[in-house]
């Protein structure tokens, strides 16, 4: 493996999927560029799905989405209040001397647009008093009942959803940040893929879970997913208990690793490490999930991450932000066969460099 940043776009692949304008099936934040052509019975899917659909939607259509449902109710049962106005004979009479033998069934509708007021009164309960139904008017205490019964049902669906929304777990994962780079690094002479995580707010998060997948496009088109275990430090549970500094996550490349051969320069083939973290969150219990995805060229040779815990002058922790996605490079150790190789062994907290020192081995090499 050479020192440089492995360059996957001057290279040409024979995975004509991966090698078009997008690259990256997931984002770095999380989002997938997966599009689905052809597919039958999408609209209908989407329909049946429509909570999910308002709970994925951008607040500025959500707003426009229920701004229109709102609208949309007042002009149907203003055209419901015009027609029973006109059916009845109210639009032509003088409301304020009508005649003995009629009755009037909502005073005062005598346009469209005194129609559509009434019904904005109606199912906002405003009730300035100047229009009113009849009560010996049966159609319009039965109009009066659907309005009201279903413009309930409206404004409990949107008041869900915008809680829903405004507290689903999704926002807590957008603190979760992870490092643009992932580095390969040497550690007691054997070679490990890292990235970090961090938790950016001062809440932390529990029973942290991280998975990965190696997506290889085959020649037949198929994309090959494989498995790909990380740890973290001694952990042996599979799981953090407790996250608010940040991780620094391990996979041991060795050779039956599948990124062994991959990591190599002279192996052409594209491919993408999707990471997946999962937490709950401590004051709510709920799940919360974060992804992102690494590139070959986004992967480091020998490079190791710069120090991002410290001391402050009172002995606290301090994280410093500002080191999280910067790397140091690290140039492999010249191995001499004739005398003990003197290799730097470095102790870590959790990836990160507290202390150094030197320590001659022999038989060991890189």
């Not at 937490?279 to 919360?288: F, K, L, S």
Request: aromatic content about 10%; some cysteine; overall charge negative.
């Amino acid at each position: 493996m050479r020192t440089d940043m492995i360059e996957s776009n001057n290279t040409k692949s024979s995975a004509p999927l991966l090698t078009q304008r997008y690259l990256r099936m997931v984002t770095k934040d999380g989002h997938s560029t997966l599009q689905m052509d052809g597919a039958q019975g999408k609209g209908l899917a989407y329909l049946r799905d429509a909570w999910g659909i308002l709970m994925d939607m951008r607040w500025r259509w959500m707003m426009l989405v229920f701004s229109a449902s709102f609208v949309i109710h007042w002009l149907v049962f203003a055209v419901l209040w015009y027609v029973l106005a006109e059916m009845n004979g109210d639009l032509e009479l003088d409301h304020d001397s009508p005649p003995d033998n009629h009755t009037i069934c909502v005073k005062y509708i005598t346009s469209f647009t005194a129609a559509f007021s009434f019904s904005l009164e109606t199912q906002l309960t405003i009730g300035y008093g100047t229009m009113f139904p009849s009560g010996d008017c049966p159609s319009a205490i039965a109009l009066l009942a659907i309005q009201m019964v279903l413009g309930l049902m409206l404004e409990a669906f949107i008041t869900g959803a915008f809680v829903a929304k405004i507290a689903r777990p999704k926002n807590r994962a957008f603190s979760i940040r992870f490092t643009h780079s992932a580095v390969v690094t040497h550690m007691e002479g054997k070679p490990y893929l890292m990235f970090q995580v961090a938790n950016t707010r001062s809440s932390p998060l529990m029973s942290v879970q991280i998975s990965a997948i190696l997506y290889q496009e085959q020649e037949n088109g198929q994309l090959h997913q494989t498995s790909v275990d990380f740890h973290l430090d001694s952990i042996t549970s599979g799981e953090c208990p407790f996250f608010t500094f940040p991780l620094t996550y391990y996979h041991s490349i060795t050779p039956s690793s599948p990124l062994a051969a991959l990591l190599q320069r002279e192996a052409a083939h594209h491919f993408e490490l999707v990471i997946f973290l999962s937490a709950v969150q401590e004051g709510t219990g709920e799940m919360c999930q974060r992804r992102t995805s690494y590139l070959p060229s986004e992967i480091m040779l020998y490079h190791r991450f710069a120090a991002v815990l410290a001391r402050s002058a009172k002995g606290e922790y301090q994280i410093k932000m500002e080191n999280f996605d910067k790397t140091i490079p690290e140039f492999p150790a010249v191995a001499d066969s004739k005398s003990p190789k003197r290799t730097a062994k470095e102790i870590r907290i959790n990836g990160q460099h507290a202390d150094s020192f030197q320590l001659s081995e022999t038989g060991l090499t890189e």
